[in-house]
């Protein structure tokens, strides 16, 4: 399963990189407002940035809702940089551009992504990525999880090429329960992805084996 972080936060995309995890990064507008980012120039130059802090996809929405703005935007933000793939709500207009940049060779990411039948959409459009958003369908009570499983068993029943990403992520449990499903990408919050290092058991025994160790060392020095 690929790792994508979700986020606009550069210091985070450059230090889930260093840690030799990260295969992309999604971005949405409201992560862009959350980091301060202001005004579409200094969006741009954030997308840029990214691209060139990270080997893999990046994720860049679209703001348009009809389908000449996606497709104007689309090409726009594909033209910045080779590792941008163009992020697309589930709507209509977003299907038919979907189809539209797929035909153009442009890789898309079908967001905001809360059923069966849109995932079937979107691959039927030729989306490179569908998004189905766990984190808020367990917000209003659905469960998120057994969606990213319904969508990995009809794509394989069809052997639809579009990738199943999972995206509103919470917690480290959701990244192993859509790793148990056979999503093909995650995207996590950095919070989420580095609580999977955490088990008390490993910071107990690490204790364990440097005080061993210091006995070792001790041990040496009393017998010279
Ligand atoms: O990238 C979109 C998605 O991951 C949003 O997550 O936490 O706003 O539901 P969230």
């Given at each position: 399963?690929k790792?994508?972080?979700?986020?606009?936060?550069?210091?985070?995309?450059?230090?889930?990189?260093?840690?030799?995890?990260?295969?992309?990064?999604?971005?949405?507008?409201?992560?862009?407002?959350?980091?301060?980012?202001?005004?579409?120039?200094?969006?741009?130059?954030?997308?840029?940035?990214?691209?060139?802090?990270?080997?893999?996809?990046?994720?860049?929405?679209?703001?348009?809702?009809?389908?000449?703005?996606?497709?104007?935007?689309?090409?726009?933000?594909?033209?910045?940089?080779?590792?941008?793939?163009?992020?697309?709500?589930?709507?209509?207009?977003?299907?038919?551009?979907?189809?539209?940049?797929?035909?153009?060779?442009?890789?898309?990411?079908?967001?905001?992504?809360?059923?069966?039948?849109?995932?079937?959409?979107?691959?039927?459009?030729?989306?490179t990525y569908v998004?189905?958003?766990?984190?808020?369908?367990?917000?209003?009570?659905?469960?998120?999880?057994?969606?990213?499983?319904?969508?990995?068993?009809?794509?394989?029943?069809?052997?639809?090429t579009t990738e199943v990403l999972?995206?509103?992520?919470?917690?480290?449990?959701?990244?192993?329960?859509?790793?148990?499903?056979?999503?093909d990408v995650?995207?996590?919050?950095?919070?989420?992805?580095?609580?999977?290092?955490?088990?008390?058991?490993?910071?107990?025994?690490?204790?364990?084996?440097?005080?061993?160790?210091?006995?070792?060392?001790?041990?040496?020095?009393?017998?010279?």
């Open positions: 399963m790792f994508f972080i979700d986020t606009a936060n550069l210091k985070e995309i450059k230090e889930a990189s260093d840690m030799g995890i990260l295969d992309g990064v999604t971005t949405n507008p409201s992560l862009m407002a959350k980091e301060g980012i202001k005004g579409n120039d200094a969006v741009i130059k954030t997308y840029i940035d990214i691209c060139e802090v990270v080997q893999g996809p990046v994720s860049a929405e679209v703001i348009s809702t009809d389908f000449d703005g996606i497709v104007r935007e689309g090409e726009h933000l594909a033209s910045l940089h080779e590792h941008i793939v163009v992020k697309v709500p589930m709507i209509k207009e977003g299907i038919k551009a979907i189809k539209y940049l797929n035909g153009k060779g442009i890789k898309t990411n079908c967001t905001l992504v809360f059923s069966p039948g849109q995932a079937i959409l979107a691959a039927k459009a030729g989306a998004s189905p958003f766990m984190g808020r369908l367990d917000d209003i009570n659905y469960d998120g999880v057994e969606l990213v499983e319904q969508i990995v068993y009809i794509y394989d029943n069809y052997g639809y999972a995206a509103s992520v919470r917690s480290p449990l959701h990244i192993i329960r859509v790793a148990e499903a056979g999503a995650v995207t996590a919050p950095f919070s989420a992805l580095v609580k999977l290092f955490d088990h008390p058991l490993t910071d107990k025994g690490l204790a364990q084996f440097l005080s061993d160790y210091k006995k070792v060392q001790e041990a040496e020095k009393s017998s010279t």
